[in-house]
């Protein structure tokens, strides 16, 4: 496994450093809207209505935006998370707890594209 | 182009006669400051883990229909989903700011034939490119454009 996982660790860090700048560009403005303007009720009326959030999300650019909404902040999340876990003496756990993070990670971004497909 | 070289291809043949002690962790070495802010910055990757499965969650209601869409707006204006979105924003407030610090510092001397920006230059376009991205979300979100 820890083969594999040196083997893998390119595409890895591909994921994990664009989960950080993809994810945090686009993750804000969502943030903003559905943290802060929903429940303060600041969103104009029928803004986020199914049928516009349908069209929005539906078409490519943004089924590609929804994708990298869900899956990059998954790889960035799991790679921080194995970091972590090294850094408090996991060394030895390294190869189960990189297994279960990317195994969360790799099952959320097909999820991701069954969802996206669904739209 | 030549192949890369061997990792140890400049080791001596045999190791070295010097005795040296295993690397230790310092005592309370996750206390200090540096490593403190360290440390937050592997731990907000909890945060983008539950954001990702969120998202998902959102998405996955999107092509559900009407019904399972307000439901889940529904939910967000519940304390618990607007207490764990504003520690979701901080989180990516604190990674953006950290990252695009970092970022300039990580540059190749040369990228091909050129070379990289200089690093304030880099930093004024990062933080440019993410106030625009996220006023730009923002202003789609909010119906302002595409409505």
Same mark, same amino acid.
Not at chain 2, 133 to 145: A, E, H, K, W
């Given at each position: ?11 890895? %860090? ?26 303060? *009720? ?6 986020? !209505? ?24 998954? %790889?960035?999340?799991? $790679? $921080? ?8 003496? *996991?060394?030895?756990? !390294? &190869? ?8 969360? &990670? ?8 069954? &969802?996206?497909?669904?739209? | 182009? =030549? ?17 040296? =002690? ?35 969650? @959102? ?12 439901? @889940? ?21 604190? @990674? ?20 990289? #920006? #200089? ?9 440019? +490119?993410?106030? +625009?991205?996220?006023?730009?979300? @923002? ?7 595409? =409505?």
């Amino acid at each position: 496994m820890k083969q594999l996982l040196l083997k893998l660790e390119p595409v890895i %860090w591909l994921l994990f450093g664009q989960g950080i700048l993809v994810g945090t560009m686009l993750l804000t403005g969502w943030l903003l809207v559905v943290g802060l303007a929903l429940p303060l *009720g600041l969103l104009p009326a029928g803004a986020l !209505d199914h049928t516009r959030a349908l069209e929005l999300g539906s078409n490519a650019i943004g089924r590609l935006v929804l994708l990298a909404l869900i899956a990059l902040p998954l %790889w960035k999340g799991a $790679h $921080h998370l194995r970091s972590l876990s090294i850094d408090f003496g *996991g060394g030895a756990r !390294d &190869a189960a707890v990189a297994t279960l993070l990317y195994g969360l &990670a790799s099952l959320g971004s097909l999820l991701a594209l069954v &969802a996206i497909a669904r739209l | 182009m =030549a192949p890369s070289a061997h990792p140890r291809a400049m080791a001596p043949a045999r190791p070295g006669r010097t005795r040296t =002690a295993p690397p230790q962790t310092a005592e309370g070495w996750y206390a200090q400051p540096r490593m403190r802010r360290y440390l937050l910055f592997d731990a907000t990757g909890l945060v983008y883990l539950l954001l990702g499965f969120l998202m998902l969650r @959102v998405t996955w209601a999107l092509g559900s229909g009407r019904v399972a869409w307000d439901r @889940v707006l529904a939910n967000f204006e519940n304390p618990l989903y607007v207490a764990f979105h504003l520690l979701s924003l901080v989180a990516v407030v604190f @990674v953006a700011v950290r990252f695009f610090r970092l970022f300039p510092k990580a540059q190749p001397p040369r990228i091909g034939p050129l070379k990289p #920006p #200089p690093a304030p230059m880099i930093h004024g376009l990062l933080y440019a +490119a993410w106030i +625009a991205i996220t006023l730009l979300f @923002v202003t789609i979100l909010c119906g302002g454009l595409f =409505a």
